[in-house]
């Protein structure tokens, strides 16, 4: 798949000896010097491994668009198929240590295919980028904008693609305390990776004019360096006027305390569900404790209780000992638990719940997961998949035929809690743009998501906040993330966190929450900026191919 650049032998006779050849970092192509193949499958390697240090827990993250300027001088004036193999090279280098936590419980294998899968976006993206090469170099001012766009189209189709897409990993997300934070609320998630790409192709267009013309490109190369530090603080100037002094958003005249049990589990592991009576008993036996602190004057009461995803795997529908278990904890907290919980359903399946347990009247409501994970809670074309899983390990077709096939629910993604309206969000819904969105125009007055984190590690506990942070900024939510195990915390309509709890312990966390039902920019126009964006890149690519093919006639 990648290309070479090692010369062919002399037609005819013997090859003429050759001096022995030192390793070049340049070497010529039809379109200029570029970087040598190896070279190239480096510096793809290690700015791969240098995004990882953007997201959580690392949060370093400046590097996310250092990382995307490396990836497109590796690309850059390679053929279509050398672009693809080196945007390979780079996916598997971002993925696979970034979704590390996913073979924490279920082995390597899902590991080595979810970060293969994800790469082959990067590939795209790395094919795409080393079309466009002619064009970049007749129109130089393109570099920036079109490595915006393409990065965007990237994230797009990944987003989508294959079985539903999966969005985590989008350089927005590793921008959660960046100033450059603040454009989500602007144009959502894509306009902020848009703009993190943005900054990375103007830093790769400073390394090109500083190296092809040295000292008279050192000025030049300045420029554009500042431009991307300036494109990178750009939003927050912009919106801080809204975002940060409106006073319908910082209004606490119309707030709820929030209270968030982390029950946690006896232990980690895919086994979580076989002590699902303990991890209900830890929730129940938590929300009790707090309701003793009220009562002793050492807490305020809460309007509401979260318990995270799965805290009931037990269907307290069906099961008298679990409904009792949850009555008798809202009765004595005195207010609304909204749980998750698994509900057999009259037909035979299965869902994923959050449920409303009332301190009167029990369940009142009931939302189902709408996005369920595949592989995880659904699998699709399940014969085939069993069948070939069970050639490459038959602990995997078990595993695959474990699944418990969860329905996706039908519902709007919010959920009533007395005169509040919160969103209805469940684990890896929150990556999902359409998902989140939904939720709010069907009138969420909080960013809440419940998560169940044990099969995982704080990696990719700490990655899912991050993107919590990124919604409520996005549509001026205050918010919060429950989880079984950690890490729980709150969120403000700026995206900053609040009583993050640490990872596999029991904790509970209150706090005061504002409710909002503003409109940002962002939630009005929704996929309006992903589908500009997604079609410049289009456009941009149609005009190099154009330009590809016009050049190619004129050299016959």
């Excluded at 798949?1 to 970092?25: E, H, N, W």
């Amino acid at each position: 798949m990648i290309d070479d650049d090692r010369d062919a032998p002399a037609a005819g006779g013997d090859p003429a000896p050759q001096p022995r050849r030192r390793l070049s970092l340049l070497v010529a192509s039809p379109l200029g010097r570029r970087l040598s193949l190896p070279a190239a499958l480096v510096l793809a390697l290690a700015s791969g491994l240098l995004a990882v240090l953007a997201f959580p827990p690392y949060g370093a993250w400046p590097l996310a668009a250092v990382s995307v300027a490396a990836f497109g001088a590796a690309v850059h004036r390679r053929r279509l198929r050398g672009g693809f193999g080196i945007g390979f090279v780079y996916g598997m280098a971002f993925f696979l240590p970034l979704l590390a936590w996913s073979s924490t419980q279920v082995g390597q294998w899902p590991w080595l295919f979810l970060s293969a899968l994800e790469a082959l976006g990067t590939a795209v993206l790395g094919a795409g980028l080393a079309v466009c090469s002619r064009l970049i170099d007749q129109h130089r001012w393109i570099w920036a904008p079109l490595t915006g766009v393409a990065w965007v189209a990237q994230e797009a189709l990944r987003a989508r693609q294959p079985f539903g897409g999966f969005p985590w990993a989008r350089l927005a997300f590793s921008q959660a305390d960046a100033p450059t934070s603040a454009a989500a609320w602007l144009g959502g998630a894509p306009l902020l990776s848009f703009i993190v790409a943005l900054s990375g192709g103007f830093l790769l267009a400073a390394g090109y004019a500083l190296v092809a013309r040295r000292v008279a490109g050192l000025s030049k190369a300045v420029g554009l360096t500042a431009a991307a530090a300036g494109i990178a603080v750009a939003p927050l100037a912009l919106t801080y006027p809204v975002m940060y002094t409106s006073p319908v958003l910082q209004s606490s005249e119309n707030s709820v305390n929030v209270a968030v049990v982390q029950g946690n589990v006896p232990r980690l592991g895919l086994d979580f569900n076989e002590q699902r009576r303990a991890v209900l008993d830890n929730h129940v036996q938590a929300t009790l404790d707090l309701a003793d602190a009220v009562n002793e004057g050492r807490a305020e009461r809460p309007d509401l209780v979260v318990w995270p995803e799965n805290a009931s795997d037990i269907d307290p529908i069906e099961n008298q000992d679990a409904y009792d278990e949850i009555s008798l904890a809202a009765a004595a907290i005195g207010a609304p638990i909204v749980l998750g919980g698994i509900v057999h359903n009259d037909d035979g399946t299965v869902s994923n719940m959050s449920i409303v347990w009332d301190p009167e009247d029990g369940p009142v409501y009931m939302y189902s997961k709408r996005h369920p994970v595949p592989f995880a809670e659904y699998v699709p074309y399940k014969d085939f998949f069993s069948t070939l899983a069970g050639w490459i390990d038959p602990r995997m077709a078990e595993g695959l035929d474990s699944v418990a096939g969860f329905e996706a629910g039908t519902s709007d993604g919010v959920i009533p809690v007395g005169d509040t309206e919160i969103s209805g969000l469940i684990c890896f819904e929150i990556a999902f743009d359409a998902e989140t969105r939904d939720s709010v125009l069907a009138g969420a007055q909080l960013m809440v998501v419940q998560t169940n984190n044990a099969t995982f590690d704080t990696n990719e506990a700490q990655q899912q906040l991050a993107m919590v942070q990124i919604r409520s900024i996005e549509h001026g939510r205050d918010g919060l993330m429950a989880s079984t195990v950690g890490v729980s915390g709150f969120t403000d309509h700026t995206g900053a966190v609040s009583q993050a709890t640490e990872f596999n312990t029991a904790a509970v966390i209150q706090t005061d929450l504002t409710l909002s039902d503003a409109s940002t920019p962002a939630t009005t126009m929704g996929i309006l900026p992903e589908a500009v964006l997604t079609g410049a890149a289009l456009v941009a690519l149609a005009c190099a191919i154009a330009i590809n093919i016009r050049h190619r006639r004129s050299q016959s």
